[in-house]
């Protein structure tokens, strides 16, 4: 019943910085979290970050201080603003929705996923 469409992914040199999007839609939201995760080739899905509606968020200790969540909640909309960035960034982002209020944390929590897009940081 929610889907997500995500974009904003691309290719970067080190040091530049993309903008990531991902928009909700599908039915009215109330209490819920949105977030994103990455993955690279032959690693697990790893942790980015989360917010929930009710403005908590969380950073993986990673990317703490070079990515910054904003969101349109009259959009359902959510944004990852990616600066500094690495070779090590290289991955695959999956936006992601929970429902409820509990903030994401790990993707076995996830309720839905986002198609991904692709990051790409060369050196």
């Known amino acids: 019943q929610v889907q997500l469409v995500e974009s904003g992914g691309g290719l970067v040199q080190a040091g530049g910085s993309l903008r990531l999007s991902c928009a909700a839609s599908?039915?009215?939201?109330?209490?819920?979290?949105m977030g994103w995760f990455r993955q690279a080739p032959g690693k697990e899905r790893e942790f980015v970050g989360s917010?929930?509606?009710?403005?908590?968020?969380l950073y993986a200790d990673t990317v703490k201080r070079r990515f910054t969540f904003s969101r349109d909640k009259a959009k359902n909309a959510v944004y990852l603003q990616l600066s500094a960035l690495k070779p090590e960034d290289t991955a695959v982002y999956y936006c992601?929705?929970?429902?409820?209020?509990?903030?994401?944390?790990?993707?076995?929590?996830?309720?839905?996923w986002g198609q991904g897009t692709q990051v790409t940081v060369s050196s």
């Open positions: 992601a929705f929970r429902e409820g209020k509990v903030v994401i944390r790990t993707s076995s929590t996830v309720d839905s």
């Open positions: 599908g039915r009215t939201f109330s209490d819920y979290a």
């Open positions: 917010v929930t509606w009710n403005d908590f968020t």
